[in-house]
């Protein structure tokens, strides 16, 4: 069993940032490929980011290229998401997660664990 707790989320205006945090636990952390996904009511869940196991190779969705960031603190047990140049259409609850040990991470399918969610809001 993985436990995934997300923290940071929050209300922010237009063009602010936040950094989302994610604590994992378990001992093998490092052998995670993880990815953050966010969702809105009545939507399905959207890839975020994700950041492969051992080599560490990042990918993003579209709409967050240029201007969200994943990261990872192994030591920590800990991955984060900088999100800057925040836009009203990144509101949502974004969602912390394990990917399984092989598969298409973009796709939700591929991940095994997750959490069980932040509040990422961004009005003026």
């Not at 923290?7 to 945090?21: A, D, F, I, K, M």
């Not at 201007?67 to 949502?92: C, G, H, V």
Request: aromatic share 12%; net charge positive; hydrophobic share 25%.
């Amino acid at each position: 069993q993985v436990q995934l707790v997300e923290s940071g989320g929050g209300l922010v205006q237009p063009g602010e940032s936040l950094r989302l945090s994610c604590v994992a636990s378990g001992r093998t952390f490092s052998s995670y490929t993880m990815g953050w996904f966010r969702q809105v009511p009545g939507k399905e869940r959207e890839f975020v980011a994700s950041m492969r196991r051992w080599s560490g190779v990042t990918n993003y969705g579209n709409s967050v290229k240029g201007r969200f960031t994943i990261s990872r603190d192994n030591a920590k047990n800990t991955m984060y998401l900088q999100m800057n140049s925040l836009k009203p259409e990144d509101t949502a609850v974004y969602y912390c997660s394990k990917g399984s040990t092989s598969g298409d991470y973009t796709n939700p399918s591929s991940y095994d664990y997750w959490g069980q969610g932040t509040q990422v809001t961004v009005s003026s």
